[in-house]
């Protein structure tokens, strides 16, 4: 086990248990944004553990996870409109922490990478991981203005 290892098993283990904890109890708003967060915490512990075993496959699997997970937290938004439309979920804190420990970890992969092809594939799914939690969060808290159900 190294570094890379050790932090996304540390990540995995502390941020999984308070997802699956907030998945599994509370109000609807909360499993919906506890849902969105499981999908921005899972994106950086695979490119922790693509760079930690060496295969840059898995970076392949976190910039699909970075490009669909926050999709389906837009779906589930769109679908839950109406139920969430009177308490809407509020986790400004948390999710900002999980933004700028997925802009961290791609900064630090990107100086360990290097320039070249797996810079750039880096810095895609950073982009997409950072923007995707950012809108999702936005549309989970009540929308955009001018829009009609978030």
């Known amino acids: 086990m190294n570094g890379w ?4 098993t540390a990540v995995l283990a502390l941020g999984g248990g308070a ?3 907030g998945v599994a109890t509370g109000p609807l708003g909360r499993r919906v944004v506890a849902q969105n967060l499981s999908t921005s915490l899972a994106c950086p512990v695979l490119l922790l553990l693509a760079q930690g075993y060496g295969r840059p496959s898995y970076v392949d ?3 699909v ?4 997970g ?3 937290t837009l779906v589930f938004a769109r679908l839950l409109a109406e139920d969430l439309e009177g308490d ?3 986790a400004r804190a948390a999710t900002y922490a999980v933004a700028v420990f997925g802009a961290t970890v791609v900064i630090v992969l990107c100086a360990v990478a290097g320039p070249g092809r797996a810079m750039v594939k880096l810095l895609v799914t950073g982009a997409l991981l950072v923007a995707g939690n950012l809108v999702a969060s936005r549309a989970l808290a009540g929308g955009f203005s001018g829009s009609r159900h978030g």
């Open 61 to 63: 699997l976190a910039l």
């Open 65 to 68: 996870l970075a490009l669909l």
């Open 19 to 21: 997802t699956v904890w």
């Open 88 to 90: 809407p979920p509020g």
């Open 70 to 72: 926050p999709v389906g």
């Open 5 to 8: 290892t050790a932090t996304a």
